[in-house]
């Protein structure tokens, strides 16, 4: 069994900064690329940021300069600092990771529980 389990998000004022952090826990044997997603009611699920197992980073263009994605392999946590936020930020904020388990066989998609952001004008 794996979980992802998110922390961080709340109300904020345009300009203010929030951090996020997803944790894994469970039956994992390794994690490949860990990701924020982010969706906005009537809105499709989008990509924020993701970072592979070796540290590599690609931001959407909505956040670049602004959000910064990392992660402590030791911890199997991944963490968003989101900074200079806009009220169009403002979104369920989903963690996703590409583990493979302890049972083998195949790496496999997981997502946390999303925590919301609001960020008021």
């Known amino acids: 069994q794996v979980q992802l389990v998110e922390s961080g998000g709340g109300l904020v004022q345009a300009g203010g900064s929030l951090r996020l952090s997803c944790a894994a826990s469970g039956s994992i044997f390794s994690i490949a690329a860990m990701g924020w997603y982010r969706q906005a009611p009537d809105n499709q699920r989008e990509l924020v940021a993701v970072?592979?197992?070796?540290?590599?980073?690609n931001n959407a263009d909505s956040v670049k300069g602004r959000f910064t994605i990392s992660r402590d392999n030791a911890k199997n946590t991944v963490y968003l600092q989101m900074n200079s936020l806009k009220p169009e930020d403002t979104a369920v904020y989903y963690c996703n990771a590409r583990i493979l388990p302890l049972t083998g066989g195949a790496y496999y998609n997981y997502w946390g529980q999303g925590t919301q952001v609001t960020v008021s004008s």
């Open positions: 970072i592979t197992d070796s540290g590599t980073t």
